[in-house]
């Protein structure tokens, strides 16, 4: 299983970005995606999450409202829009899932998930 994370790049506050996380090697019908964020000097934390069985997502307060977390209908690629980019949104973002399969409630946790793309980065600067 491997995850590849693209999109990232330079905005101003206010733009958006589309970011993409290609999932190779999973053919079950279930699973879940998260999108995590780490900025410099800061622990890496859980920004959106999807079970692509029914579509039912989970967001860090900071983020809702602004991203949204969405999947292919191939089920080979998850996104994330983030519209209305902040100061506080420029990190490292990487996309993980638990393979074979979360148990358990969709969750934002990090001990929750065992496979990790590579980071993107992204940055907000005017």
């Known amino acids: 299983v491997q995850l590849q994370a693209s999109g990232g790049g330079l905005a101003q506050p206010g733009d958006s970005l589309r970011l993409s996380c290609a999932v190779f090697g999973i053919t079950k019908d279930y699973y879940v995606i998260g999108w995590f964020r780490q900025a410099p000097g800061k622990e890496r934390e859980g920004v959106a999450c999807i079970n692509n069985s029914d579509d039912s997502t989970d967001y860090e307060a900071s983020v809702e409202g602004r991203f949204t977390i969405s999947r292919d209908n191939a089920k080979t690629t998850v996104y994330l829009q983030m519209n209305s980019l902040k100061s506080e949104d420029p990190a490292v973002y990487y996309c993980?899932?638990?393979?074979?399969?979360?148990?358990?409630?969709?969750?934002?946790?990090?001990?929750?998930?065992?496979?990790w793309g590579q980071g993107t980065q992204v940055t907000v600067s005017s």
């Open positions: 993980a899932t638990r393979f074979p399969r979360m148990v358990g409630p969709l969750s934002r946790r990090i001990a929750d998930y065992n496979v």
